[in-house]
């Protein structure tokens, strides 16, 4: 099993950065992939950016260059880094891990962009 906790979200206005933060607990780190999800109102879940055991990198066009993934095996923790944030980019987000083919979400955090 493996928990994920989120943590970082809140209001912030247009232009401006939030740090999100995964907790994750109950496995080795280092061997999990993991990335960020994200739901706005009405809309599906959609990839945001992901990152591999090696950390490799990869993001939604509609992120890249504003938001960096990051991972500290030794803290155990999956980071998103958001920056010129846009009222689109609203929603929340979910951190996610993957190990053996099982899928583990956290609960969410949520952003608040406003105009």
């Known amino acids: 099993q493996v928990q994920l906790v989120e943590s970082g979200g809140g209001l912030v206005q247009a232009g401006g950065s939030l740090r999100l933060s995964c907790a994750a607990s109950g496995r080795t780190f280092n061997n999990l992939a993991m990335g960020w999800f994200r739901q706005a109102p009405g809309k599906e879940r959609e990839l945001v950016a992901s990152?591999?055991?090696?950390?490799?990198?990869n993001y939604v066009d509609s992120v890249k260059g504003r938001f960096t993934i990051s991972r500290d095996n030794a803290e155990n923790t999956l980071y998103l880094q958001m920056n010129s944030l846009r009222p689109e980019d609203t929603a929340v987000y979910y951190c996610y891990a993957k190990q053996y083919g099982i899928d583990y979400w956290g609960k969410g955090t949520s952003v608040t962009v406003s105009s």
């Open positions: 990152i591999t055991r090696t950390s490799i990198t």
